[in-house]
């Protein structure tokens, strides 16, 4: 009788939470590996590239959090999309990036920038400014 008892409050437990487990369920094969799936579609981070794989449009990075996707700081790979030009950066590189999800709920960097042209970038339009 009780493991009759405890058996249904289990699979009430377990009918409640089937939308969760239903949002989740696709989360580990097609999105962005190591964070949880959030309802949020686009966010922005900075980090450090570990590697850059041009042909296969992916990098290795370590970056900080990213509040709007609720993304802990952690290393992983992300692919970019072609819009991104790899061939600009180099292992070790700081940088800023906008990471999005696509339709098939893959994260993807749709844009990225050095850190350092980021700054320096703002510093040649000053000078170039006719103010200055
Ligand atoms: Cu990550």
Do not use: Y
Request: glycine share 10%.
């Amino acid at each position: 009788m009780v493991n009759a008892n405890t058996l249904r409050i289990f699979i009430a437990i377990a009918v409640c939470s089937t939308p969760t487990f239903a949002e989740q369920a696709p989360e580990p094969a097609n999105a962005a590996r190591g964070h949880a799936a959030t309802a949020a579609q686009q966010g922005e981070g900075t980090g450090t590239l570990h590697a850059i794989d041009m042909p296969g449009k992916t990098v290795n990075l370590t970056h900080g959090p990213i509040p709007a996707l609720k993304w802990m700081g952690m290393r992983m790979d992300l692919p970019v999309t072609r819009r991104v030009d790899l061939s600009g950066f180099q292992v070790g590189d700081d940088v800023q990036f906008t990471v999005k999800k696509g339709r098939d709920n893959q994260f993807r960097i749709t844009e990225m920038v050095k850190k350092s042209d980021a700054q320096g970038g703002q510093a040649t339009e000053s000078a170039k400014s006719p103010a200055n």
